[in-house]
């Protein structure tokens, strides 16, 4: 634990490095419900140790997967938790789940948790109000759970807990105030991309048209998301989300025929795998539109790859047609000076500036989807001038090490001024927190799973499942013994 400095009111308008002198080893831990994707995560893990010298850490959703294995590569630590929720039974376990995380955080003594993510910010949220953790963080990943009514109304009730929330757009910033969060507590920082690997620079030709059978001049339009499954009708997905692929994969491939009636050499590209099982269902609904719509020649389902950064430098349009985003892809295909086309929802018209750094178009509209991407293909000279500007543009604002930054920044000012306040970790704390959580977490229970799920009428149907259950076992025993009986006669 670091040792407490009482400091003048003055040295909390202090510099980073001089704050480093005082501070010198902030304990920092990042929370994500996942042991998949989240590489961001790990991004910023590693920057704020090799760059700014915090001792950092991640919770995590488990001990293996690819996420683990990226962590396990930059060397550092992580823990596992319970993040189960959604279930009856893990309603059940939710209370203990919190105690032991909030546990973990007074073992390891952080003096920052972040969470991502709104399942991790969840748990990691009151974990950390109960455990007393000097700052505590939520970077909200987009704005979708701003929008859907659970999530929201959940964020709503619980976000005093928080030292602070971090919007990672500008929607996002403008739905916290909406929902009543004061500017004191908001910080817009940015999920940026590694401008060291996306650099077209530094990025070799992979003659991508060759790996495909293409001749050199096909005009190739790419698109690289995973296949996430359609969106359920839920009040954990926005409404205007309900039963449509987030993606947008089916307006960009309905409009595939408007841009081949004017280019009809052109290839359209899908770099992406199926998110899960279900993610594999919508990827092969996908596969199936195409082929109704008679375009087996003319679109590639080019799966998982590596190697997004060569596929951004060789393509000539990149496609973000998300119904629903933070920055999504636009982050990469910008530093790699890609020309652009993407929707102008979320936190894409943020680095998307339409005719300055790419094309915006309307959401779930395929039609001028496939004007955007025209328009790029028309006029290659202008297209890649955006794509210079963009690049541009993401290096000084939008970049890991912009992140990285802003969030060093974050934590030495936030630490100094609630140190100079008070002490932390206090038992006492955690005592009274304990209590005051009950009719918190009691209302919550009742407000989500009675009258958001309505699941009253699930437990008042309850003793008919179990008499029916008993009776088909009582039925199924009884079928047994006749076949027995028959059998030894």
Not at 52 to 72: C, R, T, W
Not at 345 to 368: E, I, N
């Amino acid at each position: 634990m670091l040792n407490i400095v009482s400091l003048p009111l003055g040295m909390v308008n202090l510099k980073l490095t001089d704050r480093r002198v005082l501070y010198p080893r902030l304990k920092v831990c990042h929370l994500v419900a996942t042991t998949q994707g989240a590489s961001w995560m790990c991004e910023q893990l590693q920057e704020l140790r090799d760059q700014y010298g915090f001792e950092v850490a991640a919770v995590v959703a488990g001990n293996s997967g690819p996420l683990i294995d990226k962590l396990d590569a930059a060397g550092i630590p992580h823990f596992a938790a319970n993040f189960e929720f959604g279930t009856f039974r893990s309603v059940l376990r939710m209370p203990y789940s919190i105690y032991c995380l909030a546990q973990l955080f007074r073992r390891q003594r952080f003096d920052v948790v972040q969470t991502h993510v709104f399942i991790s910010m969840v748990f990691g949220r009151v974990a950390g109000w109960l455990a007393d953790v000097p700052v505590r963080l939520s970077m909200i990943a987009g704005p979708f759970q701003l929008k859907a009514h659970s999530s929201r109304w959940i964020d709503g009730f619980t976000y005093w807990m928080e030292t602070m929330l971090i919007p990672s757009c500008e929607e996002s910033l403008h739905l916290c105030r909406a929902m009543g969060v004061s500017d004191e507590r908001l910080s817009l920082i940015y999920y940026g991309a590694d401008e060291r690997v996306f650099d077209p620079s530094r990025t070799p030709s992979i003659n991508l048209r060759q790996q495909y059978g293409l001749p050199e001049d096909t005009p190739l339009i790419a698109m690289i998301a995973y296949f996430y499954p359609r969106l359920p009708k839920s009040g954990w997905v926005p409404t205007l989300l309900q039963g449509e692929g987030g993606k947008g994969h089916d307006d960009l491939i309905k409009a595939a025929p408007l841009i081949l009636a004017e280019f009809p050499a052109a290839r359209l590209l899908l770099v992406g795998s199926g998110w899960g099982p279900a993610g594999d269902a919508y990827l092969q609904e996908m596969k199936e539109l195409v082929e109704n719509l008679g375009l087996e020649e003319r679109v590639i389902f080019a799966g998982y790859r590596a190697d997004v950064n060569s596929v951004l430098r060789e393509v000539d349009v990149a496609v973000q047609p998300s119904l629903d985003e933070n920055l999504g892809g636009t982050l990469e295909a910008l530093l790699m000076e890609c020309p652009l086309v993407a929707t102008s929802v979320g936190g894409m018209v943020d680095t998307v500036r339409d005719g300055q750094t790419g094309v915006l178009v309307s959401p779930a509209r395929p039609d001028d989807l496939a004007r955007g991407i025209l328009e790029l293909l028309r006029d290659r000279e202008r297209a890649r001038a955006l794509g210079r500007a963009g690049r541009r543009l993401i290096l000084e604002r939008f970049s890991l090490s912009r992140t990285v930054q802003d969030l060093a920044e974050l934590y030495d000012r936030l630490a100094t001024r609630e140190k100079q306040q008070r002490k932390f970790y206090r038992l006492s704390v955690s005592l009274w927190r304990s209590l005051a959580a009950l009719p918190i977490g009691a209302y919550l229970a009742v407000r989500l799973f009675v009258i958001d799920l309505n699941l009253a009428v699930y437990f008042l149907k309850l003793p008919f499942y179990l008499i029916r259950g008993l009776f088909r076992r009582l039925l199924r025993g009884l079928k047994r013994n006749q076949a027995e009986a028959v059998v030894s006669s």
